[in-house]
């Protein structure tokens, strides 16, 4: 089992930046490719962003390709989504994920092939 709790959520102004982590315990964090999700109010869960458990292999969706880093640090088990220039459009509620993939470079994309989830933080954009 791997549990998962995200941090970082809260309310900002348009443009300002914002840094959500996802703190892991449990097995071995360095053997999961870890992704962000979010779900806004009557939507879907999307995917955000995913990063391999070397951290050498990152994607994003296109929604905020250019404007967010996911990054990981293995030592702390805790990935991180940095989000530069937020719209009101990102606000929903953050999912953290973890997937068990068989290689260092292997990233998720959606979300039926992650095997944890966090409990979600709420990021509220206001313009």
């Known amino acids: 089992q791997v549990q998962l709790v995200e941090s970082g959520g809260g309310l900002v102004q348009a443009g300002e930046s914002l840094r959500l982590s996802c703190a892991a315990s449990?097995?071995?964090?360095?053997?999961?490719?870890m992704g962000w999700f979010r779900q806004a109010p009557g939507k879907e869960r999307d995917f955000v962003a995913a990063?391999?458990?070397?951290?050498?292999?990152?994607y994003y969706s296109r929604s905020v390709r250019g404007r967010a880093t996911i990054s990981r640090d293995n030592a702390k088990n805790t990935v991180y989504l940095q989000m530069n220039s937020p719209k009101p459009e990102d606000t929903a509620v953050y999912y953290c994920?973890?997937?068990?993939?068989?290689?260092?470079?292997?990233?998720?994309?959606?979300?039926?092939?992650?095997?944890?989830w966090g409990q979600g933080t709420q990021v509220t954009v206001s313009s």
């Open positions: 990063i391999s458990w070397s951290g050498g292999t990152t």
């Open positions: 449990g097995r071995t964090f360095t053997r999961y490719a």
């Open positions: 994920a973890a997937a068990d993939v068989p290689s260092s470079i292997v990233v998720r994309t959606t979300a039926s092939e992650y095997d944890y």
